[in-house]
């Protein structure tokens, strides 16, 4: 392994394709996101090059505010969830023998491939009236008649959950891998139960690597815009489906472009803070 | 009064027997080393005890009380792992507060009993240390501190040197030997190193295959191992196998030798640590002597090794300098065999394997 910097064009050339990938695909099209957002919308029509920051105004307006706070809130929730189900579950499966861990490694794959669509339609016909799970509810006696479940705030939080699931699990794998096994045997040696020995010691021993992939699955779930709108009502709309309506359906590019700045900072701002939590775990 | 009591503890994983009816006694204050070769069940049965396997069979007693099904965190032992198992969120101090704290002690209470149990492991000073800055010695320490943090019934140690470099590693046998007297608490260490059970056990327990061999004081086990394995995995011996020919009188390669003792009839092992082999010039005649060739010869500073071939078997023998025969190897030697040295075993076919 080479410790030192490299030098001259020909050391630095295996970064230059990506380099280069990095300005076309997402400098160039940030730098004119950023332009456009300070341009100004002519009725009826497109956009006009202008300096005005009437869109970052309308930040201000309850309305966004509201939808802003529901869709920091529904990705705080599906963090929340998703790690909170993803690292009890990873914490078994590390301990399963090889062949066991590899069949659900690919399953979960198998699940990262879906596309959002399939998600989202196929937890629309779960949740639906006439062929979701409560007829099964119904056939068991638990429930008077079928009824649908599905759009609700319910539903996509669910169907939300579902998709950040694989991805939480395979995120938190290498750390709780890692983690020594003797950990929780030595806690409950010294007088911890099992859940105790977890609570006090697996958990909090692992407390950034749990930090870091919560801030990563809160960024993924901040994204979402297909399936709010496939299992939620439009009250559950989150930014990302307000940036979509208004730059498609309202042909308002700057105010969308606005938005859409704002979330990338967001963004880039919690995975800034999910390495800055990571290198603290690997000084420690 | 016994106050730890193993009777028939098996482990079975499916087809394989890990740990085969283990039945032991360990009376209070004993320091006891479970030794054998890796994967002898050594550490399966430490683990039944602690109560993190549970047998597949027999039982466990403690003062009499039977304690085979009690989990783990319920059996107030304390112990220590081979990779110590420190909490890396937690400072030295906290680690070996932690059973304190799960009791609900304040926090006052748990910072003195820190400070006296590293006053105790000779480590004083370093309660607020994260474990990460702590070299491997001190990490050793506080692991050892905070298994006895409760004043536990049974200290328990599985290879709990074995990080550690070999000067470092006598140290702490005696170290751990002598926290042990003064503590008074039975101790069960595993090791696979013969050199450490021997120095610090008051009971060396031998086992391999998963079945004990032999439990005895450490002097027994060396010079009345119990067979083949025993008198093999514990020192160097020589082992000659041989057949009871007539009262007393046992045919080996190359000669007979008379022994007291000895069965009526049939073949017999005789075991004869190298040092009690006695080397003397060839043509000199005497009781249980058998001539050979020095087939080879060193010099170990404190002693001599010999190496002599007798009817086609290596015979081990360790002299005093003073004591060495005038012959240069391919020269003619004879080997005495003393009968109180010679340890007479079970013949090979009866050894378990």
């Known amino acids: 392994m080479i410790r030192r910097a490299p030098r001259g064009l020909a050391e630095h050339a295996p970064i230059l394709f990506p380099a280069l990938m990095l300005v076309v695909f997402f400098v160039i099209p940030f730098s004119l996101m950023i332009a456009v957002s300070v341009f100004r919308r002519v009725p009826g029509g497109f956009y006009e090059p202008d300096l005005v920051f009437a869109n970052y105004e309308r930040f201000l307006t309850a309305f966004f505010g509201g939808v802003m706070s529901f869709s920091l809130g529904l990705a705080a929730l599906v963090a929340a969830l998703a790690v909170g189900i993803a690292f009890p579950f990873t914490y078994r499966l590390v301990r399963l023998s090889r062949g066991a861990q590899i069949r659900w490694l690919v399953f979960l794959l198998s699940i990262l491939s879906l596309s959002e669509v399939i998600i989202g339609f196929a937890w629309s016909t779960l949740l639906s009236r006439t062929a979701g799970i409560t007829n099964l509810f119904v056939a068991l006696g638990l429930m008077a008649e079928p009824q649908s479940l599905s759009p609700s705030f319910g539903a996509l939080l669910a169907g939300l959950v579902y998709q950040a699931f694989p991805y939480t699990v395979l995120v938190l794998y290498p750390a709780l891998a890692r983690l020594d096994p003797y950990l929780e045997e030595a806690a409950r040696t010294l007088g911890s139960s099992p859940l105790r020995a977890f609570f006090t010691v697996v958990v909090p021993a692992l407390r950034n690597t749990i930090v870091a992939t919560t801030i990563m699955v809160f960024v993924f779930a901040l994204g979402s815009y297909l399936l709010p709108q496939l299992l939620g009502r439009p009250q559950h709309w989150t930014l990302s489906v307000l940036i979509t309506d208004q730059a498609i359906y309202q042909s308002n590019m700057p105010f969308a472009a606005a938005m859409a700045v704002f979330l990338v900072l967001v963004s880039l701002a919690l995975v800034g803070l999910a390495l800055l939590a990571g290198r603290r775990e690997e000084t420690a | ?353």
């Open chain 2, 1 to 353: 009064m016994s106050a730890l009591v193993l009777d028939g503890l098996t482990k079975r994983y499916g087809p394989v027997t890990a740990v085969h009816g283990a039945s032991l006694r360990i009376p209070h204050g004993q320091f006891v080393c479970l030794l054998g070769p890796s994967g002898c069940g050594k550490t399966t049965l430490l683990r039944m005890i602690a109560g993190l396997e549970d047998p597949s069979g027999g039982r466990l007693l403690i003062d009499g009380r039977d304690i085979t099904t009690a989990p783990a965190h319920t059996r107030e032992f304390g112990m220590v792992f081979q990779s110590l198992a420190l909490f890396p969120h937690l400072t030295a101090g906290e680690n070996i507060a932690y059973p304190l704290r799960i009791r609900g002690a304040a926090k006052a209470e748990q910072r003195k009993r820190a400070d006296e149990l590293l006053e105790l492991v000779r480590l004083p000073g370093v309660a607020d240390r994260p474990v990460s800055k702590l070299s491997g010695g001190q990490r050793q320490r506080v692991a050892i501190a905070r298994a006895l943090a409760l004043s536990p019934k049974l200290f328990l140690l599985d290879e709990p040197l074995s990080a550690l470099d070999a000067k470092l590693r006598e140290a702490m046998q005696i170290e751990l030997k002598q926290l042990q007297q003064r503590l008074g608490i039975t101790t069960i260490v595993v090791t696979h190193d013969q050199r450490e059970a021997m120095t610090m056990a008051d009971l060396v327990v031998v086992m391999s295959q998963g079945r004990i061999h032999q439990a005895a004081p450490p002097m027994e086990v060396y010079r009345q191992p119990a067979d083949a394995f025993v008198a093999d995995f514990i020192g160097m011996t020589n082992l000659l196998e041989g057949e009871i020919t007539a009262h007393g009188a046992v045919a080996v390669p190359g000669g007979r030798l008379h022994l007291p003792n000895l069965p009526p009839s049939g073949p017999v092992l005789l075991s004869v640590r190298p040092e009690d082999v006695i080397v003397h010039p060839a043509g000199l005649d005497g009781p249980n002597r058998l001539d050979g060739t020095l087939s080879f010869m060193r010099d170990l500073g404190a002693s001599v090794e010999f190496r002599i071939d007798v009817a086609g078997r290596e015979i081990v023998a360790l002299t005093r300098p003073q004591d060495r025969p005038p012959v240069a190897p391919g020269g003619a030697l004879s080997v005495e065999f003393p009968p109180a040295a010679c340890v007479v075993l079970p013949p090979m076919a009866e050894r378990p394997q």
